[in-house]
């Protein structure tokens, strides 16, 4: 079984001492993003503190359980399956939504706005992490 | 798939936490298991019938309806 596509993609993970790492650096960044909104916004980090975000939580997702087991192994693909059809449904949905808002709201306004790749990677990755933590508790 | 699992635990005198340590697997995975929310692995099964020294089959049954 060691061959298999799944057990090399979970050779690619790093330690579970990572989780941590990433779980600071993830609420540092949110305090420093928060921060930056009200005390410093002269000095502008919130860029420094959005890819914080996402260092963190990608640090977060790829390290490893403390026990790596096929069960978590199974939980971990279902959570990127979810995160990308998350993804991808949002990505196609939100501009429809857009038009809809703005048609309802205000119709001089027919302005489709786009979102970069912060936006997409924060959904990707925010919606691996939650939908993983779930399913791990409802196996508890 | 329904599975007797729990029994066959029981007279081996073992916590669930004894014996995941012994296949290599977390508590959680031998808690799923159990309770069918989680079919494990050809090789996972093939432990676990080593452990209770019976066929895999006389722990793991697929249902009649399936």
Redesign the interface.
């Known amino acids: 079984m060691k061959n298999t596509i799944l057990n090399k993609l979970a050779n690619h993970q790093i330690p579970n001492s990572f989780k941590k790492i990433g779980g600071i650096i993830f609420f540092s960044s949110f305090i420093l993003l928060v921060g930056n909104q009200l005390f410093f916004e002269k000095l502008n980090l919130s860029i420094i503190a959005k890819y914080g975000l996402l260092i963190g939580m990608f640090l977060w997702s790829i390290s490893k359980e403390k026990i790596e087991d096929e069960l978590i192994l199974k939980l971990r693909m279902q959570s990127y399956t979810f995160a990308f059809l998350i993804v991808v449904i949002f990505t196609l949905l939100h501009p429809l939504m857009n038009f809809l808002v703005d048609f309802i709201i205000d119709d001089n306004k027919s302005n489709i706005s786009d979102y970069g790749d912060f936006e997409i990677l924060w959904l990707l990755l925010g919606s691996q992490l939650w939908f993983f933590e779930i399913q791990k508790r409802l196996h508890k | 798939m329904k599975n007797r699992l729990k029994i066959e635990r029981a007279i081996l005198d073992l916590t669930q936490e004894e014996l995941a340590k012994k296949i290599?697997?977390?508590r959680?995975?031998i808690?799923?298991i159990e309770k069918s929310?989680?079919i494990?692995?050809t090789?996972?099964a093939l432990k676990l019938s080593k452990v209770f020294n019976k066929p895999v089959n006389d722990f793991f049954e697929l249902d009649e309806e399936k």
């Open positions: 290599g697997v977390s959680q995975t808690n799923s929310k989680y494990p692995s090789s996972l």
